[in-house]
């Protein structure tokens, strides 16, 4: 295999520092739901800052994203966040069945 | 192969890449923004289905958010592995390349195991695509539950065969076909794994095409990239666990 070209420090601590922070945070969601801490919005919440923070850790570490460069890190990020965030427009309706009284 | 940007004094010729990197990591991201796409509309239609009825079911007690725990840490331990792997391809060896990734398919393929267990207890407590037992007038519990973690499980079980193929080559061909007849002949015909391990026949033979046909030696690019790919699915799963086993525990007062 050829190896190719690092342009930044490859340590194992940090990853291994990254697993160990996923898994803490991995616990702390369990434990904020599995003793219903929250009500369910403030939980639902809670619950996506959390995956939030695990996504740009994997992204960025994992994936090695944060080492690439600025035109890629913003295109890709900015596309995907919003095509994702062009879903939410259909939440205030499943909001307003509730108040239509469907059966 | 132009993986640097190089001049061969003819305009328009290799021209340097607007991200940076070689091709094949950017057709990877590009595969994968369209993946997270897919999964978000999944999760946006489970979660608009949620948020439109107040009857949702919690059935998940603490077995079922144990076993998803410990699924969880089987994937991000996975994906350290996996980091592992592209860290070992870039300096070149081979051995330990070949190991971290026989060990992220070992936790991938932990990942199945459980996961898989895990629906064949909602199945035997009545849970189908269609109807569930805890809830008669949310009928779409089991379908946007087996439609989503079916989806991830498929993406997972693809993504071990990919890395077979990637760490063994040819070797890991056999292996599949073994794996699939082990699992089929010994269980029973209603058992989940018994109809679940047809998708490693569909990945011998797409594997085998791959393998006879473009035979190649696969190096640390392809290491890479089988990582990108990999903790995607891990990713994926972030958001899956709490959305659909964390909003919907059943703690026993």
């Known amino acids: 295999m050829h190896t190719v070209g690092a342009v930044h420090d490859d340590s194992k601590a940090q990853y291994l520092w990254v697993w160990a922070v996923l898994l803490l945070l991995t616990a702390v969601e369990v434990a904020l739901a599995y003793n219903q801490v929250f009500q369910p919005v403030q939980m639902l919440e809670a619950l996506m800052v959390l995956s939030v923070i695990k996504s740009v850790l994997i992204i960025g570490w994992f994936m090695h994203l944060k080492y690439e460069i600025a035109a890629m890190k913003?295109?890709?990020m900015v596309a995907v966040c919003a095509c994702l965030c062009l879903m939410c427009v259909f939440?205030?309706?499943?909001?307003?069945?509730?108040?239509l009284g469907v059966r | 192969m132009a993986d640097v940007a190089v001049s061969h004094g003819v305009a328009g010729e290799f021209e340097p890449s607007l991200f940076g990197t070689y091709s094949k990591k950017i057709g990877m991201w590009l595969f994968?923004?369209?993946?997270?796409?897919?999964?978000?509309?999944?999760?946006?239609a489970y979660?608009?289905?949620r948020i439109s009825n107040p009857d949702w079911p919690t059935p998940f007690h603490k077995e079922s958010i144990t076993n998803a725990t410990i699924m969880t840490g089987c994937l991000l331990s996975s994906s350290l592995t996996m980091v592992l792997a592209v860290l070992a391809a870039r300096r070149g060896d081979r051995s330990w390349t070949r190991n971290w990734i026989l060990f992220t398919m070992l936790f991938g393929s932990g990942f199945i195991v459980l996961?898989?267990?895990?629906?064949?207890?909602?199945i035997a407590e009545g849970m189908t695509p269609f109807k569930n037992p805890w809830?008669?007038?949310?009928?779409q519990f089991g379908g946007t539950f087996f439609t989503l973690t079916g989806m991830h499980m498929l993406h997972v079980t693809i993504g071990v065969i990919y890395l077979g193929v990637v760490a063994l080559r040819k070797k890991f061909l056999p292996i599949?076909?073994?794996?699939?007849?082990?699992?089929f002949f010994m269980t029973p015909a209603d058992n989940v794994f018994h109809t679940g391990v047809h998708v490693l026949l569909v990945g011998f033979v797409v594997a085998a095409m791959i393998l006879f046909l473009k035979p190649k030696d696969y190096d640390a690019h392809d290491v890479e990239i089988s990582g990108?790919?990999?903790?995607?699915?891990?990713?994926v799963w972030m958001f899956i666990f709490p959305l659909v086993y964390l909003m919907s525990t059943r703690v026993q007062g």
């Open chain 2, 228 to 235: 990108l790919y990999w903790h995607f699915v891990d990713l």
């Open chain 2, 47 to 49: 979660s608009y289905g």
């Open chain 2, 32 to 44: 994968l923004l369209s993946d997270s796409l897919t999964f978000g509309a999944l999760l946006f």
């Open chain 2, 176 to 183: 599949i076909l073994a794996i699939w007849a082990i699992v």
């Open chain 2, 115 to 122: 996961h898989a267990m895990e629906w064949s207890h909602l």
């Open chain 1, 91 to 99: 939440f205030a309706d499943a909001a307003r069945i509730l108040q």
């Open chain 2, 135 to 139: 809830a008669a007038t949310v009928p």
């Open chain 1, 74 to 76: 913003w295109v890709m």
